[in-house]
């Protein structure tokens, strides 16, 4: 597609349940990265893949967060038995690694409310 | 790690007239890129001005424009002819240069800047 496209726009869930966010990068990124973006807080990382490397998830919260990137494109992101501190935007970039600009591509993000 | 500051939380400017955001990072690396991303309620953030830090010429993109001072790791974004459609937030972020592994094309980012832009 033309830029990176992501979904469920809005999700709202129970506090328990669990959760998946979809990611589609722009084509032939092979570069992705999900943020998460809490009200009033900047950008905080949450993982990176690149190409067939092992992935950084360095920046995952905690256990009940997991991503995949299933044949090096789309990404789903899943948040199980999520909690109220989980509401959060989560958007998702992409970029040709490596590139000499440095510069990321960002989705429309996915708004998760928890209650 | 590298940390990025916004001190400036909310920033106001009436049209037409000219606004300066702030921004000072930290870091010990002598190559890197710094980013001001623009965030408008669509969510979608949407890059306004790059700068590689090896460059000593500030960038500007049309009315906007950058005073990069790496001595000092200041980094402030000038936005000239303010219109109504800038009102957005705004950004700073940093992005390692240095070949070494995948967390270095991560971006860390400030918390970021809210412009309003008065008629």
């Known amino acids: 597609g033309a830029g990176v496209s992501q979904s469920p726009s809005n999700k709202v869930t129970e506090k328990g349940k669990d959760v998946e966010l979809r990611c589609d990068p722009i084509?032939?990124?092979?570069?992705l990265y999900w943020y998460r973006q809490s009200l009033g807080q900047g950008l905080e990382f949450l993982i990176y893949?690149?190409?067939?490397?092992?992935?950084?998830k360095s920046g995952l919260p905690s256990d009940r967060f997991s991503a995949e990137r299933t044949g090096g494109s789309v990404s789903t992101l899943t948040i199980q038995r999520t909690q109220q501190e989980d509401s959060a935007v989560y958007l998702c970039?992409?970029?040709?690694?490596?590139?000499?600009?440095?510069?990321?591509?960002f989705g429309e993000g996915s708004r998760l409310t928890v209650l | 790690a590298q940390t990025v500051t916004q001190s400036q939380p909310e920033m106001s400017v009436q049209e037409a007239e000219t606004v300066t955001l702030s921004c000072t990072y930290d870091t010990s690396e002598s190559d890197y890129y710094l980013f001001w991303y623009k965030q408008p309620p669509s969510r979608q953030m949407i890059l306004v001005i790059r700068?590689?830090?090896?460059?000593?010429q500030n960038a500007t993109e049309n009315r906007f424009s950058v005073n990069f001072q790496k001595a000092a790791k200041s980094f402030s974004l000038k936005i000239s002819d303010s219109q109504l459609g800038d009102a957005a937030m705004y950004f700073c972020a940093y992005r390692s240069a240095e070949r070494g592994g995948g967390s270095n094309y991560k971006l860390t980012f400030g918390k970021g800047t809210l412009l309003t832009v008065n008629p």
């Open positions: 893949f690149q190409g067939n490397s092992a992935p950084d």
């Open positions: 084509s032939g990124h092979t570069a």
């Open positions: 970039a992409s970029s040709f690694a490596g590139v000499s600009t440095g510069e990321l591509f």
């Open positions: 700068q590689e830090a090896y460059k000593q």
